[in-house]
């Protein structure tokens, strides 16, 4: 009758805790495949105690989660931050454009500035209509719409460097977690590898610990790294998305500008 047991050797690691009889022999072997249904996965993974595995870690590989977790804890503020920056600047650019595209003048349009600061669009506004109001200033009408263009250019620079703030670190998250989670890995095997060699010992019970290491950095490097990679794409989209709505909004404001004041 097959019993449970906790001897584990490495010839018949697939057949699992509940495939020995109460002698450690291997019994049902030609059944074997029908073992590692979906229940006894889920079965072995609930039995898991994470917490007992990270408190039986060394020096090193809790420092190499330590900076994986802190990696990981900045992208997700920087990941919570700029959604929320991007879904306000999204929304504020639709309500400036209406409001823009509905005035007949710019002064009507810069008095209602400040009800949009979170719109990337005001802000390209506020540049070129600063430099109208010199040139108009100095001799009643646009005379140089090179130095308008310009201006509009400042804006959108501006801007553009705004939104792509702390972008750097999503991608470096991204690219170097991985690795430093592989030397985690790296280093559990080795510790593995010594444990075998000093019990002289084919169980699973001597490297085991080493394994669990090994396993639980590669887990977090890569629990860092997807968030980061995956969003770093998302905000590239919409950040040139935005870039491209300020480009078509400067040739708006030109527009205006040469219908209200040039001469």
Same mark, same amino acid.
């Given at each position: 009758?097959?019993?449970? @047991?906790?001897?584990?050797?490495?010839?018949? @690691?697939?057949?699992? +805790?509940?495939?020995?009889?109460?002698?450690?022999?291997?019994?049902?072997?030609?059944?074997?495949?029908?073992?590692?249904?979906?229940?006894?996965?889920?079965?072995?993974?609930?039995?898991?105690?994470?917490?007992?595995?990270?408190?039986?870690?060394?020096?090193?590989?809790?420092?190499?989660?330590?900076?994986?977790?802190?990696?990981?804890?900045?992208?997700?503020?920087?990941?919570?931050?700029?959604?929320?920056?991007?879904? !306000?600047?999204?929304?504020?650019?639709?309500?400036?454009?209406?409001?823009? !595209?509905?005035?007949?003048?710019?002064?009507? @349009? +810069?008095?209602?500035?400040?009800?949009? !600061?979170?719109?990337?669009?005001?802000? @390209?506004?506020?540049?070129?209509?600063?430099?109208?109001?010199?040139?108009?200033?100095?001799?009643?009408?646009?005379?140089?719409?090179?130095?308008?263009? !310009?201006?509009?250019?400042?804006?959108?620079?501006?801007?553009?460097?705004?939104?792509?703030?702390?972008?750097?670190?999503?991608?470096?998250?991204?690219?170097?977690?991985?690795?430093?989670?592989?030397?985690?890995?790296?280093?559990?095997?080795?510790? +593995?590898?010594?444990?075998?060699?000093?019990?002289?010992?084919?169980?699973?019970?001597?490297?085991?610990?080493?394994?669990?290491?090994?396993?639980?950095?590669?887990?977090?490097?890569?629990?860092?790294?997807?968030?980061?990679?995956?969003?770093?794409?998302?905000?590239?989209?919409?950040?040139?998305?935005?870039?491209?709505?300020?480009?078509?909004?400067?040739?708006?404001?030109?527009?205006?500008?040469?219908?209200?004041?040039?001469?």
């Amino acid at each position: 009758m097959c019993a449970p @047991v906790q001897t584990f050797q490495y010839d018949s @690691v697939f057949y699992s +805790a509940f495939d020995y009889n109460g002698n450690g022999e291997v019994c049902n072997r030609e059944e074997k495949g029908t073992w590692l249904t979906a229940a006894h996965w889920i079965g072995l993974v609930a039995e898991i105690d994470l917490w007992e595995l990270v408190k039986g870690m060394g020096p090193v590989p809790l420092g190499i989660l330590g900076l994986l977790f802190m990696f990981s804890l900045t992208s997700w503020t920087i990941i919570l931050s700029k959604a929320t920056l991007f879904r !306000r600047a999204r929304n504020g650019n639709a309500r400036f454009l209406r409001a823009f !595209r509905k005035a007949t003048r710019l002064d009507a @349009v +810069a008095a209602a500035t400040e009800q949009f !600061r979170s719109a990337p669009l005001a802000t @390209v506004f506020d540049f070129g209509y600063s430099e109208v109001a010199r040139q108009i200033t100095a001799r009643s009408k646009i005379t140089n719409l090179i130095a308008l263009e !310009r201006t509009l250019q400042l804006g959108m620079s501006e801007e553009l460097t705004r939104l792509e703030r702390s972008m750097n670190w999503l991608a470096t998250t991204a690219s170097v977690t991985p690795f430093i989670g592989l030397f985690g890995t790296v280093w559990g095997i080795i510790n +593995a590898f010594q444990s075998l060699g000093l019990t002289s010992s084919t169980s699973l019970r001597a490297v085991g610990p080493g394994i669990a290491e090994a396993l639980i950095t590669t887990a977090m490097g890569l629990f860092a790294a997807i968030p980061a990679a995956i969003f770093y794409n998302v905000f590239g989209h919409s950040i040139k998305e935005m870039g491209a709505r300020m480009e078509d909004f400067s040739l708006e404001f030109l527009n205006l500008s040469e219908r209200n004041f040039e001469g």
